[in-house]
């Protein structure tokens, strides 16, 4: 016969809701494990996505997610002609806010290396991968966009073909991801009217100093486009990544390039390390210290609930006593009833979780090693509460049954 | 051990408090009680009789003296509480006025469980539990937990919990006042049978003189002092129900 069972049918009502109080609690603890988890997979999305091994800064810059970095364009036939490397171009990641059937449409717009990614590797959960080098676009379902529908950005209109799932930026919103032309024609679209303002700025200038009134050429090149113009700059990226042979070592490549003044280079694992130590670092701290918190509290919360329902019990166990039970039945009868207690509630938490978490704005991502742990802390949780509830039933002394 | 007596008690003495609140509520108590021999204990509220009980029953431990139950001595050498109680639900069969049943068990299961707890197989222990509460006319009432009982049902199945392991002593702390008077001797002639059967010792505090003729002695107590009830007070107590 099983004391702890039969005390809990007795008063199941009150156990059932306690434990689903606690279970809510434990929800949340897993809760935020899974947004500590989110955090910092969405953090790796972009990286991951666009799957580089050697990502090529401004010297002594941290890198296009952590601070400004400006590299002529030129640096990708450069990091191209490297050994070992068989694929560089630019890396292209802006955040932009449109307006979209009369509503703000926020995305991050990531760039494809098209022919060689066309978005194969992407968590894709319907449509196909880009299949023409424009004009085509792979939308997270976080942007509401449907696959077909057509969106216009700039001066250029873009099919949704692809649709994925959870590929955010670390800020939240919904990556879209075009070829990296696209994304670039994205980035620098400027209203026809500034262009021409600009040009004529530039024809002004050049007609107001003695080379430019003394040569049509150079009034002529300096109303023309920018690009045309050698004393004008090209336009800046902010990397440019690299893939290397397979086989090859992204370090020989990252060595041959140490030795140029201009640049950094970072392997993969370098980026990913410096991007969760760097942008969201403090974030995934303050998640990880309220789970902690949330643990002791769900710990002191459930050592008082057993303390209660043990008080409440200090009569039948000192009647235990009296009719010779020994503290071995007792302390099973309160760490029993706290384990079941810590069992019923965890799959209550978990029950709850799973269908309340993907109503959530952000990833919440619960993996199978953190909910093997909270199991565990649940265990241990359920068995410290159960300490004082034990320590007062040890001091009941049999005589108080009587009278 | 066919000789030995059930119980044996000598110089028991128990002081409760310490100073100017000390109270001593038993002087050198003396008993004996044979395998078999019921054994009725009278006395005024507050003479020590409870007392008595507890100490016996190795839940308080006396101030002074020895207990030994069965030819077992209990204060011999450092008996842990653990081993007390080990005794207790082996040995000894206990009642009190106050009908103490667990709340969250049935009837049956407030009986099968001292069975369990002395490591008999579930079955078997339910099974003589259920014979118990037959025995005692509650077995319909078996499956309604104690707040469904009336108090005479709640303190047969007090009764039966006490019987259960066969203990060879058997203390009863005014076991029979929550029953009217026929419940209440049916339920001293079922000690005297279990007595008879088993060579259980029995000890009865009870004010309930109607009974009296069911004991084979009669001891009285006051003021803490245990002592053989003399034929005059027996007769007077017989008398005084007689007169009624
Ligand atoms: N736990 C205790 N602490 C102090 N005094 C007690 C305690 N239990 C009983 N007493 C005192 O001991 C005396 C005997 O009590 P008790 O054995 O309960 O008598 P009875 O059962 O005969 O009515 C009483 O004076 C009572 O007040
Ligand atoms: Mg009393």
Redesign the interface.
């Given at each position: 016969?099983n004391?702890a069972v039969?005390?809990i049918?007795?008063?199941l009502g009150r156990f059932v809701l306690t434990t689903i109080g606690v279970g809510m609690l434990l929800m949340v603890v897993m809760g935020m494990g899974g947004i500590y988890r989110g955090l910092v997979d969405d953090a790796l999305v972009v990286t991951r996505g666009v799957g580089a091994d050697l990502w090529v800064v401004q010297r002594d810059t941290r890198g296009p997610f952590a601070e400004v970095s400006r590299l002529p364009r030129s640096l990708v036939d450069r990091v191209a002609a490297v050994p070992g490397v068989t694929d560089a171009r630019e890396f292209v990641f802006h955040t932009i806010q449109r307006e979209h059937r009369g509503k703000p449409l926020r995305m991050g717009v990531l760039g494809l290396g098209w022919p060689t990614d066309k978005g194969e590797g992407l968590p894709l959960v319907a449509g196909r991968p880009l299949a023409q080098n424009h004009f085509e676009v792979i939308a997270d379902e976080s942007l509401g966009l449907a696959l077909g529908e057509r969106l216009r950005l700039g001066k250029d209109t873009y099919t949704v073909v692809g649709l994925t799932r959870w590929l955010v930026a670390s800020g939240g919103d919904g990556i879209a991801c075009f070829t990296s032309r696209d994304a670039q024609a994205i980035q620098f679209d400027e209203p026809g009217e500034s262009i021409r303002l600009e040009r004529q700025a530039r024809r002004a200038r050049a007609g107001g100093i003695d080379f430019g009134r003394t040569q049509p050429g150079v009034l002529e090149r300096a109303s023309g486009p920018s690009g045309a113009v050698a004393a004008l700059p090209g336009p800046a990226v902010s990397a440019v990544i690299a893939r290397v042979l397979p086989g090859a070592k992204a370090g020989a490549a990252q060595r041959a390039m140490s030795g140029w003044g201009d640049v950094t280079a970072y392997t993969g694992a370098e980026q990913e390390e410096l991007l969760l130590k760097g942008s969201v670092d403090r974030a995934r701290r303050q998640i990880l210290l309220f789970r902690v918190l949330l643990t002791i509290i769900s710990a002191v919360i459930m050592a008082l609930i057993i303390y209660t329902l043990t008080l409440d019990k200090l009569?039948?166990i000192a009647?235990?006593?009296?009719?010779?039970?020994?503290?071995r039945?007792i302390v099973g009868l309160i760490l029993q009833q706290s384990l079941i207690m810590g069992a019923i509630a965890y799959g209550v938490g978990f029950a709850l979780g799973t269908r309340l978490f993907p109503l959530f704005p952000r990833r919440v991502l619960v993996t199978n090693d953190d909910l093997l742990r909270l199991a565990g802390i649940v265990l241990l949780i359920s068995v410290v509460a159960s300490l004082l509830g034990i320590w007062k039933a040890m001091r009941v002394a049999?005589?108080e049954?009587?009278? | 051990m066919g000789e030995h007596l059930a119980l044996e008690v000598s110089g028991l003495t128990k002081v409760y408090g310490r100073g100017h609140t000390e109270v001593v509520a038993m002087r050198d108590a003396s008993m004996r009680v044979r395998r078999g021999e019921t054994v009725a204990l009278l006395g005024p509220s507050g003479a020590g009789k409870s007392t008595f009980l507890l100490c016996v029953g190795l839940i308080n431990p006396p101030t002074r003296g020895t207990v030994a139950i069965g030819g077992w001595p209990m204060q011999d050498g450092p008996r842990s509480l653990g081993d007390l109680r080990r005794f207790r639900r082996e040995h000894i069969g206990l009642v009190f006025q106050k009908s103490n049943l667990i709340p969250f068990l049935n009837a049956v299961e407030n009986v099968q469980v001292v069975g369990e707890l002395v490591g008999r197989p579930p079955s078997v222990a339910r099974r003589r539990a259920m014979e118990l509460l037959h025995a005692l006319g509650v077995g319909p009432r078996a499956l309604n937990m104690p707040t469904q009982l009336s108090g005479g049902e709640q303190q047969r199945v007090t009764v039966a919990r006490a019987l259960a392991n066969q203990p060879s002593l058997i203390l009863a702390d005014e076991p029979t006042a929550a029953l009217d008077s026929k419940r209440g001797r049916q339920v001293m002639a079922l000690f005297r049978d279990v007595a008879h059967e088993h060579g259980t010792g029995v000890i009865v505090v009870t004010h309930d003189h109607r009974a009296l003729d069911v004991f084979d002695t009669v001891y009285e107590m006051e003021d803490g002092v245990l002592r053989l009830a003399t034929r005059a007070v027996i007769d007077a107590a017989v008398g005084q129900v007689r007169a009624r």
């Open positions: 016969m004391l039969r005390d049918r007795h008063s009569h039948p009647l235990l006593k009296l009719i010779g039970a020994p503290n039945t049999p005589n049954a009587i009278g | -």
